[in-house]
């Protein structure tokens, strides 16, 4: 009888360790910093301006095939605007780089942690993220699609934020109510994002 009661823990221990269990197999695949691309909109009521800013390093986290995790920082010392040119253009950028925005000569790096992920159908994905911006840190969330194939993956999201809540006020409607309309510039900030994996050799 304790042979057969032994057996059947067995059994049942291998069973469960067969098709109970899923362990986890993750790999960190790094994003090709070259040909990967961020993109900025920032906007006022009438008017908008955008640009690029370059990826510094970054990664996925892929388990299984789908996308469990990740890391990236963002040089903002290389924001650079697309839609003016010259003077016009340096001045815009210059202003972006002191401490009325993002205050680089301080805080150079933007990072961008993934907390959650939920996979939503196919390639898309629900993320939580953590931000972190002139030092401060808050939550965002965003969908992105990240279609992966063995080591590789294409990831392309777009991400909005209210700039206030890393305390980039600067003429703000919520923060100055004297503002002309015309003067206002808008709270969120539009970051489309394309992130393309290293390629293995």
Not at 41 to 54: D, F, L, P, Q, Y
Not at 82 to 88: F, I, Q
Not at 93 to 117: C, G, M
Not at 183 to 201: A, G, H, N, P, Y
Request: with cysteine; net charge positive; proline share 2%.
């Amino acid at each position: 009888m304790k042979k057969i009661f032994f057996s059947f823990l067995c059994f049942t221990f291998c069973f469960s360790s067969l098709f109970g269990s899923h362990p986890t197999h993750t790999i960190n695949v790094k994003a090709d910093v070259k040909n990967s691309r961020i993109q900025w909109k920032g906007s006022k009521i009438t008017s908008s301006h955008e640009g690029n800013v370059e990826l510094r390093q970054g990664f996925l986290v892929i388990d299984h095939g789908k996308l469990a995790g990740g890391k990236f920082s963002i040089d903002l010392s290389t924001i650079f605007c697309t839609d003016l040119e010259g003077k016009k253009a340096e001045s815009l950028v210059a202003h972006l780089k002191d401490d009325d925005f993002f205050d680089v000569e301080n805080h150079p790096i933007a990072v961008l942690y993934i907390t959650d992920v939920k996979h939503i159908e196919e390639f898309n994905y629900s993320i939580k993220a953590d931000l972190t911006i002139k030092g401060k840190t808050n939550p965002i969330s965003f969908t992105a699609r990240v279609p992966v194939k063995g080591a590789q993956f294409e990831a392309s999201a777009k991400i909005v934020i209210d700039r206030t809540k890393w305390g980039i006020v600067y003429k703000s409607g919520n923060f100055f109510k004297d503002l002309a309309a015309n003067k206002i510039i808008k709270d969120e900030i539009e970051f489309d994002i394309r992130l393309v994996s290293q390629k293995t050799k």
